[in-house]
C-alpha cells in the first residue's frame, strides 16, 4: 500500500536513449501510469530523444535531453545533469541501464539513487569496450546506490556471481498493457492481408531488434528446417535492423529457401497488431535476456510462445508454451512442429491460459505498485535521517 505524503514525490528518471526498446517501453508505461496525486516525474535521456521519448513527452511528463554521443564519456553531460538534479531536487533519481546507473553517481544523491537493470547473462566479448568498463564498474561501486531494481530472477543471479553486491535487490518483473495488447480478430485479418499471408496459413513470429543475444540465425535456421515438413508456413520477422537493406542481417538468409514465406518488416509502431497475426510467437535469444517484453505482448494477445532457455523467460510463459534449449534450430522446429500438430484448439486453449496469466500475474497495475512502494518506502527512510 502506498502511503500518502505532503506533496508528489518527485521522481527524476535517467535513461540512456528513449528508442524502441524493452528498458524505454518499461520506463513509458511506468510514467504513464502512475498515481499523478503522489508522484511527479521527470524523465532525462542522455542521448537525443527517440520515438518513446515523444510518447513519454505526449503523455504529459517532460523528457529532457543531454544531448550525448553513444559511446562517448562527456564531461559536459555531467555537469548538466548536475544543474538539472539541483534544479529538480528529486525525492528519487530513478537510473534505467548500465550507463545511466553509472552516470546517475554523479548527482551525489547515493541515499536516493535507485538503479535499473534489463538484461541476464550478457556475452560481454560481442559489445564495445565502454560497455564492458561500465558493466564491470557497476559491479565495483553497486553499493553506492540505495537500491538495485532488477527484472528477472535471472539477472539478480547472473549480476551477483559478477560482483554486483547492492545494499538492496528489487526484483519488479515488467508489466503489459492488456488492454493494448489483446486478442483482435480484425487486427489478425489486417496484417495477414497486408502481407500477403492466406488467412490460414501458421505465421511464426519474432519481434525484436537485430542483435546478436536475439540469435536470428538460430530463428531463421529452424524456419527452414520447419519449410521441409510445413511448406505452408509463413514467417513475420520486426524490429530495428531486420532488414534486406542491413547487410549484415541480409548475411544470414544464404542457403534459406521460400524467402516468399518471410515478411522482414524492420521496426513497426503497430507492434500490437503484429502480435494479434501471429498463431506462435517465440523468442530465440541466446544469452542476455531478463523478461521478454515481445513474449509478455504476445501472450496478452493470446499467442502461445515458444521461448529459449533464456533469462527469465521460460518463468513468463510457465505452462502456456513451450520451452527450448538456445541455439539449437532443431529443438526450436520441432517445439513448433508440435504445436500445429496439437490444432488450432489446443493452441487457442493455450493462447486464453497465456493472456489470463499476464493478466494476473504481469500487468501494469502491479508493476506501478511494486515501483510506488520501493519509492515511497526509500522517502520515508530519507525523511528519518
Request: charged fraction near 20%.
Amino acid at each position: 500500500m502506498v502511503e500518502m505524503h505532503d506533496r508528489p514525490l518527485k521522481i527524476l528518471h535517467l535513461i540512456s536513449t528513449l528508442d524502441v526498446g524493452g528498458a524505454e517501453q518499461n520506463l513509458a508505461r511506468l510514467v504513464e501510469t502512475m498515481n499523478r496525486d503522489l508522484f511527479v516525474n521527470e524523465v532525462v535521456c542522455m542521448t537525443s530523444p527517440g520515438p518513446i521519448g515523444s510518447r513519454i513527452e505526449g503523455g504529459g511528463t517532460p523528457v529532457i535531453s543531454l544531448n550525448m554521443r553513444k559511446g562517448t564519456p562527456e564531461i559536459g553531460a555531467v555537469v548538466r545533469l548536475r544543474n538539472i538534479a539541483n534544479h529538480v531536487r528529486p525525492d528519487i533519481v530513478q537510473c534505467w541501464m548500465y550507463h545511466a546507473n553509472v552516470l546517475g553517481l554523479t548527482t551525489l544523491r547515493m541515499n536516493r539513487l535507485v538503479w535499473n537493470i534489463r538484461c541476464s547473462d550478457m556475452d560481454l566479448d560481442l559489445y564495445g569496450r565502454v560497455y564492458r568498463w561500465t558493466v564491470k564498474l557497476g559491479a565495483f561501486v553497486s553499493r553506492l546506490p540505495v537500491a538495485v531494481v532488477i527484472n528477472s530472477h535471472a539477472g539478480m543471479s547472473t549480476h551477483r556471481s559478477i560482483g554486483y553486491h547492492p545494499r538492496r535487490w528489487e526484483i519488479i518483473p515488467n508489466g503489459f498493457e492488456t488492454d493494448l495488447f489483446r486478442p483482435d480478430p480484425q487486427m489478425r485479418n489486417a496484417v495477414r492481408a497486408e502481407l500477403g499471408i492466406p488467412e490460414n496459413a501458421l505465421l511464426i513470429g519474432l519481434i525484436c531488434r537485430f542483435d546478436p543475444m536475439k540469435d536470428h540465425a538460430t530463428f531463421l535456421q529452424a524456419a527452414s528446417l520447419m519449410l521441409q515438413q510445413h511448406e505452408e508456413t509463413h514467417f513475420l520477422l520486426a524490429g530495428r535492423g531486420v532488414s534486406l537493406n542491413d547487410p549484415h542481417f541480409r548475411s544470414l538468409l544464404s542457403g534459406i529457401h521460400a524467402l516468399d514465406h518471410f515478411h522482414f518488416l524492420d521496426e513497426r509502431s503497430d507492434v500490437p497488431s503484429l502480435c494479434a497475426s501471429l498463431d506462435i510467437a517465440c523468442s530465440s535469444s541466446a544469452w542476455g535476456e531478463g523478461l521478454p517484453n515481445a513474449i509478455g505482448e504476445a501472450m496478452a494477445c493470446g499467442v502461445p510462445c515458444v521461448v529459449t532457455d533464456v533469462g527469465d523467460s521460460a518463468l513468463l510463459v510457465g505452462d502456456t508454451g513451450m520451452v527450448v534449449e538456445k541455439r539449437n534450430p532443431n529443438a526450436l522446429a520441432r517445439a513448433w512442429s508440435e504445436l500445429l500438430d496439437a490444432g488450432e484448439e489446443k493452441r487457442r486453449h493455450l493462447g486464453q491460459k497465456a493472456r489470463d496469466r499476464i493478466v494476473e500475474r504481469y500487468g501494469i497495475k502491479t508493476m506501478n505498485q511494486r515501483y510506488e512502494s520501493l519509492y515511497t518506502d526509500i522517502a520515508k527512510q530519507n525523511t528519518h535521517r
